[in-house]
């Protein structure tokens, strides 16, 4: 029988400290007075439709980038909360822009791509069945 290694013996690693995503992401922030919760669509559109739609291309990346270094129980809910602020700041007067646009289409092109993953796979799968 083998003898156990050092490695076998030793403690477990700590689990990485996870940022908070209102800290990492550059398009969250703490509501003001302090406790009173996040803003998760704190974004300044430009007018002009091309570079918005850019810019929201970029937080998308930026989002997805997060979520995937950092993917737990709690991100997982983070899609519907930055939904419902963009809801929240149209009711109070913000118009949809490129920024909008933009981060909508890149979330939802990882998701098209995630999900032809998915389906070949599962294709693949009935085949092989």
């Given at each position: 029988?083998?003898?156990?290694?050092?490695?076998?013996?030793?403690?477990?690693?700590?689990?990485?400290?996870?940022?908070?995503?209102?800290?990492?992401?550059?398009?969250?922030a703490l509501r003001k007075p302090?406790?009173?919760?996040?803003?998760?669509?704190?974004?300044?559109?430009?007018?002009?439709?091309?570079?918005?739609?850019?810019?929201?291309?970029?937080?998308?990346?930026?989002?997805?980038?997060?979520?995937?270094?950092?993917?737990?129980?709690?991100?997982?809910?983070?899609?519907?909360?930055?939904?419902?602020?963009?809801?929240?700041?149209?009711?109070?007067?913000?118009?949809?822009?490129?920024?909008?646009?933009?981060?909508?289409?890149?979330?939802?092109?990882?998701?098209?791509?995630?999900?032809?993953?998915?389906?070949?796979?599962?294709?693949?799968?009935?085949?092989?069945?």
């Amino acid at each position: 029988m083998p003898k156990p290694t050092a490695a076998a013996n030793a403690a477990p690693l700590p689990a990485p400290k996870v940022p908070h995503y209102a800290a990492a992401l550059s398009f969250m922030a703490l509501r003001k007075p302090r406790g009173s919760g996040i803003d998760h669509w704190v974004v300044s559109p430009t007018g002009h439709y091309g570079a918005d739609l850019e810019t929201g291309e970029r937080l998308a990346d930026e989002f997805l980038a997060f979520i995937g270094a950092h993917p737990t129980v709690g991100h997982s809910t983070l899609l519907p909360c930055v939904i419902r602020d963009m809801i929240d700041h149209a009711v109070a007067g913000q118009r949809w822009s490129g920024v909008h646009a933009g981060f909508v289409r890149g979330v939802n092109q990882y998701a098209m791509a995630a999900a032809r993953i998915i389906a070949s796979s599962s294709a693949e799968e009935a085949t092989h069945a």
